[in-house]
DNA sequence: ATATATGCAAATACTTTGCACTCGG
DNA sequence: CCGAGTGCAAAGTATTTGCATATAT
């Protein structure tokens, strides 16, 4: 936890960018949710029972700016809604995503599955991945079940 | 053309629902700029021009409808927009796309890249697949040559 | 000290909805 | 004919921005 505060605080610094208390608490709380898919809404919800006088647009901001950073990915799934994902510990690519179209639940797949269809697009398309994303939509092993 | 049109009216009226003037209109201008990725204000405009009587909630709440039949796929490639793109003729599954983050184009992979992948991932999570999004961000083969 | 960051409120962007009117089948 | 569809304007969400003030380094 506290290493990974520092670690986001030198990559701050790197870019000349000030570690706040308020991108402190932010930062603290997508730790805390590490498996959620926060949206920036979300995210302020939970930041202000830390730090009440925190502002949306603070929150707005700080997302935008771990998203630069690459501390963050940042996802749609559909809805309107843009969700803040913590990109794992050492993590070359943004993991992979399985919604479930009846309850919605978000489940993530960290192994790296595009390796081989990224050389062949690569090489068939001279296009230069820099990242990528890829969702599953469908119905979650809980909902299977039933 | 007049082909897919009449595809798509049985389409309509199989879950019984009228194509309208307007309907037509969209499903042309659709049609007309496959390649595209239009919003909804794009397609709008568009059919601004054949039928200047048209609302922007008509054009809204007609691709809703196309999607749900699927004639169109509902796409966001991280911009705050929805973009929605015609179904290649037979395709079963949503086809994939390379944004270039220099120039902004968006390109077309047809062929299903995803085939051993989703297997994959229905026998190792108990994942029911019914639908997908692909998008990789790089650099495209154009920007690349400068 | 001072450039950067913040909070607030107002502005913007996108999308949906209510309702009276219209029209395709 | 009549329920589905439309246009318009108003309401909802989601996100961004301007600006005066506060603060991390």
């Known amino acids: 936890m506290e290493e990974r505060i520092q670690r986001v605080k030198e990559q ?5 960018y000030k570690l706040t208390p308020q991108r402190e608490a932010t ?3 997508l730790l805390e949710n ?8 979300d ?12 502002g949306l647009a603070t929150v707005y901001r700080t997302l935008e700016l771990l998203a630069e950073l690459k501390v963050v990915d940042k ?3 559909g809805d309107g809604v843009a969700r803040f994902d913590l990109r794992k510990e ?4 943004f993991h992979h995503h399985m919604v479930c179209m009846e309850c919605g639940t978000v489940d993530e797949i960290e192994e790296d599955l595009l ?4 050389k062949r697009v690569e090489r068939e398309f001279n296009f230069k991945i820099l990242d990528h994303r890829l969702t599953f939509h ?3 092993h809980r909902c299977r079940e039933e």
Chains 1, 2 share one sequence.
Do not use: Q
């Not at 995210?43 to 925190?54: G, N, Q, R, T, W």
């Not at 050492?90 to 690519?93: D, E, I």
């Open 90 to 93: 050492g993590a070359k690519h």
């Open 115 to 118: 390796d081989d269809v990224e």
């Open 75 to 77: 996802i749609n799934f």
């Open 43 to 54: 995210v302020y919800l939970k930041v202000k029972d830390k730090a009440p006088e925190i």
């Open 27 to 29: 930062v603290r709380v």
């Open 138 to 140: 469908g119905i979650c």
């Open 34 to 41: 590490e498996s959620d898919h926060l949206s920036a809404e």
């Open 12 to 16: 701050l610094h790197k870019a000349s």
